[in-house]
């Protein structure tokens, strides 16, 4: 489970370096809001997806990892997405 939520937060964190990294300083704001917006979004649901799968496949133990997984990175996203934000916009 541990390894799951580890490699979501560092996938999030490398969205959110590539978008401060790519874009210009007088785009900033838009770029975060939009971006990081739909990166955590399709995160979530890439991992609601997943648990979905592997609750149809049958392994319980991966389906409760997924959707801790999507619960944690809500949070997580939404608040660094306002910092973020606050710094940039």
């Not at 370096?17 to 649901?45: P, R």
């Not at 799968?53 to 608040?79: C, D, H, W």
């Not at 660094?80 to 710094?87: K, M, N, P, Q």
């Amino acid at each position: 489970m541990l390894k799951i939520l580890g490699i979501n937060l560092l996938v999030f964190a490398i969205y959110g370096l590539l978008i401060i990294l790519n874009t210009s300083m007088s785009n900033m704001g838009f770029s975060i809001a939009i971006g990081m917006g739909l990166c955590i979004f399709i995160q979530v649901m890439l991992n609601v997806v997943a648990a979905i799968v592997f609750l149809i496949m049958g392994r319980r133990e991966l389906v409760k990892s997924f959707f801790i997984s999507a619960a944690v990175l809500v949070p997580v996203g939404f608040f660094t997405w306002l910092i973020l934000l606050s710094i940039y916009g």
